[in-house]
């Protein structure tokens, strides 16, 4: 697509200087925009449910789609019957053998086909794609398919058997096996004086946002085939179309719908999706399809968090400085690579926390099991390598004789510290002044104190209640990983119209974050202009570029950055070429700069691109440099009451206090946290996936898959604080994944706090809890 | 009617809709068991989606008014089979007098399904997680089924024969529910167990009713009735500790005796909500609750 | 072998009747009839089952997950959908101030849980609110922005002001 002579990329940190004449503007409307807590814009029509979900298109023609799965944990398909009693010619059949292209979603690697075609690797892998008009007589045909498969005989269900090689998945079982080794580990093991080992482990999580994966495909009048979805990576669902259908990308579009929520959930499986939406339509002649997944089979198809387990090995000194850390840190990565690389490398560079610690190993690995594919779950990793090195902190605190809160204390990263990965760590940086205003706000110290003669005198009295307070110290990195955002190289562009009003035109997909509305900010305030006369043009691939998928908490940071660039660009080219003033422009003047531009030109439209700063230098290879430009740091305290006679686990507070550079909207940075937090909530208490006999998910019905509701979530107090070092506008930097990272650890050393167990898995269910009590009394009696 | 279903495209199930009671019993002696009695459908409809097929035909009750009143009399309250969850646990004398029905009414899902879920139909779906059957056993209801033979009265206790099993006959209909007022100096205990605080499934849930005897000495239990949910194929009532417990002082009453007697009554398993261990153990706790609830809330502790 | 009856009801403020074809069998679900056959989609299916509330609406004032109501027991009845609420509604611009739709598939099933709510208890509180939308579940929010907006909203159609109904 052609791009007027404005664009042009410029790298981050140097703005003024190349856009000179793009000083500040002083619109009274657009002064304190970034930072505003304006309403969202997506807002109105969501709350009168106008807004249109892909569910709820009905397009002319159109045929519903159904999907065919094995049953099997792997093995062989060996033919497809077709049952009696169906009018087959009536129904769209596709197969393997329809795909004109490759048969392979296309991630980091090309090994998970889109239609299993002989070998398959997990149950609920997609073979045969249905569609017809009627819903009821889709169903019955669905029940009418019988495929007939081999199944495996040693299909691999744990990170353990893995590992151990009971039954072989791919060849060795490891897709991944990273190693990030600082400093000398036997003189760190030598020098320290006191010990901590452990084994942590994290279950999968389901995404369960309240919208599930859907996708309508058809071709239009010119013969493009046009796929509209629920999704988060437009560009990575066009990629995947253009190798399964064989089309060029200017014979495919992507579009994407109001998505209902997505939390990673939709970043990779979308593409296949669209993929089997996209054979059905083609194999229909272009007729409409829409594929929409019900609950029950977007839980078992779907990708979930990675499950993980995790040894550390830590020590330290008397005084409690941090001498080494050795971490093995596994992900179940499931039955295809999908994105378990990149969400492994995000666990192994958080693994050693936010400490400082010069002799350190990590190794991680990513396993092949017989499970469907785990995927990218808000967090990527990070939550369940930063539970584990948390727990271990608790841990070498207890065996110190040391409080949790001295231990962090001693040995948090501050500026000119060396992390573990090799980054230097920031002038900004005040990660003391986070956790000092998590205590204070939560009352940390005292309710300590008070919570242990509480549990004292209960357990005297025979009284069943104890409290519990517990907390975690963490940072969490923005953007994609090392060199993620270098070869990303996103792109993305400012358009004004002859009316003034200005679009961002990006491929990030609001999918509730708020991205809209922030992008929106970020471009009205480059621009001077008040919030309403900025937009977001339809994320539609033939119009907007790539920037990115809608992901690492890169939105904000990253995206915000390129448009917040570009319409300084276009600023400067209204000032230069359309008699834009320089100062005190408002957007009647904007509008008619607009006007005079575009009476000579065809369109007015800047565009710029990322180029990371000098300093984020990353060495795939060992593992060391700055794998992120910036980070956010936080500390999160969790108070919980546990009645003994049910072993359940009341979440009585919360307080989750973090430095994020610079809020650019206050109300969609608290309800991020407020969101993660309960995500992490769900995570540390609630939400644990069955696995049935095959492998796939068991209680996959939200009766059984249980989130928490209102009567389980106190209100949460959030904080931010803002040091304006990150790279983003105004030094903001990405948030919406950290709150994921704190709850898990901070509620399980609040119910270790109270009971007096030494818990070590998440979610701690009331039956952990439970066992764990009988455990304790043993090692008690003892 | 139209001749078939705009979304499915097939002829519509069979759906009869009587007003009185009298054609209601006559379309289940016709029909008997082919013919499924609907109210609130809250359980039934689970799994209706869009273009399911092939739904039984249906005997709808909620056109019956006389099914949906509460009455309360002197020693009782009698409440309509299709009484909701919601009319329940509004109603005045059921606060004032039955809270544990109050309480589970309320712990019945959430509010949406509480404003349509029946009473009757939670006891009719015979589940051994129903939220409200507990209640009804502690409290000693009884049932009233009718059918074109005439009216009869039983003893809830001994509706559920086995799992999904109930003592009603094929050409009957539950007509209501009959919950006596308890005496006096009595500790009614309830606790559900779920799998979160509202909108859950129990993993166990309990009811005690427990009648004291302040006489001269320590108080004694004159008499404790109890009902479980989620411990065994049925609501379960607990005669084996109903037993063991009469007579004994309620500061007398150790841990390993109510583990004895629940071992007889309860028949807990795994499942994919909790396991066998966690509901024995927690039945165990429950009942000891209710009675130091008794003890605390007597005259001479 | 029974035939189905003849019924109407109003839905949004406009009559549907078996007789002028608008509603087909009785056992179809309120929640296809709204979005299949009416193209009222603000109300969503999330579930299928009465877990999610996202297909809630109001029968007669009474909130009610739309996928468990056969279309065949609403003779008479008033049904209000997300899309029968007036738009200038004092819940409608309290959830938009207090941020509190973010991906927007629960809020006008939540909208309308909050809608009864304040129907019956003008002024609730905290425990109000957590109770009668516990029905509801959001994943975006983590609720306390609803919070937020029911009890505004509760404030600015208090005593002695404009709102509700």
Redesign the interface.
Known sequence: MPVPDVAGSVAPGTAAAAVAGGASPSSRAARGLLGAAVARKDGPAKILGEARYVDDLVLPGMLHGATVRTRAAGGILERIEFGSGIDWDSFVVVTAADVPGINATQMIEQDQPVLAEHRFRHAGEPVLLLAHADRGLLREAVEAVTLHERADPSPVFSIDDALALRGEVVPGNVYRDYLMSRGDLAAGEAAAEVFFEGRFETGAQEHVYIEPQGMIAYVDAAGVLVVEGSLQCPYYVLGTLTAVTGRDAGSVRVVHCTTGGGFGGKEDYPSQLAAHAALLTLKAGGRPVKLVYDRAEDMLATPKRHPSRTLVRIGAGRDGRLCFLDVDFVLDGGAYTTLSPVVLSRGVIHAPGAYACANARVRGRAVATSHPPNGAFRGFGAPQSIFAIEQAMDGLAEALGMSPLELRRMNMLRPGDRSVPGQTIDATTDFDAVLDQALHESGYLEKRDAFAEFNAANAAAGRPLRRGIGLATFHHGAGFTGNGEVVLASEARVRANVDGCVEVVASSSEMGQGSTTTLCQIVASALGLPLERVSQAPVDTHDVPDSGPTVASRTCMVVGLIVEQAARLLRAELIQKAGLPASGADEHAFAAACARYLDGHPRLEAQARYEPPANVQWDETVFEGSPYASYAWAAYVAEVEIDLATCEVALSGFTAVQEVGKVVNPVIAAGQVEGGVVQGIGFALFEKVAWGNTGTMANNRLTNYIIPTTADIPPVQVFFQEQPGGIGPAGAKGLGELPMDGPGPAILSAVNFALGTRISSLPVMPEDVMAALSAHALRVAA | ??A???????P??????PVSLADALS?RAR?RKDIVA?AG??DL?????????R?P??L?L??LAELRSIEAGPDSVTIGATASC?SIARHPVIAGRLPMLVASA?QT?????Q??ATLGGNIMNASPAADNPPVLLAYGARLTLASVRGIRTIDYASFHAGYKRTLAEGDELLVSVTVPFPAERVTAYY?K?G???????S?IAMAALIERDDGAGPAVVRNASFGFASVGPVPLPAPSLSRSLRGLPLSGIDRAQVERALAADLAPLDD????A??RR??AV??V??AIDAAREAAPRG | MIPAPDLAFTLNGRTVSTVDGSIGAPSMRLLDLLRLHAGQTGTKEGCGEGECGACAVLVDGELVNSCLVPVGQLHGCTVTSIEGLPRVDPLVTAFARAGAAQCGICTPGMVLAARALLDRVPQPTLDDVREALAGNLCRCTGYARIYTAVLDAATDAGPGKAGGR
Do not use: E, F, H
């Open positions: 009617m139209s078939v279903d705009p979304v499915s495209g097939q519509p199930a069979p759906w009869y809709r379309a029909w609907i459908c809250t409809m689970v799994g209706w989606n869009a273009g399911a097929r739904l035909p249906v709808d909620s056109a919601a309320r899902g959430s509010v949406a399904i404003n349509r606790r167990v799998t979160r605080r509202a909108q859950a499934i993993k994919i909500r909790s396991t261990a966690y153990s927690v706790n429950l000891l609750a």
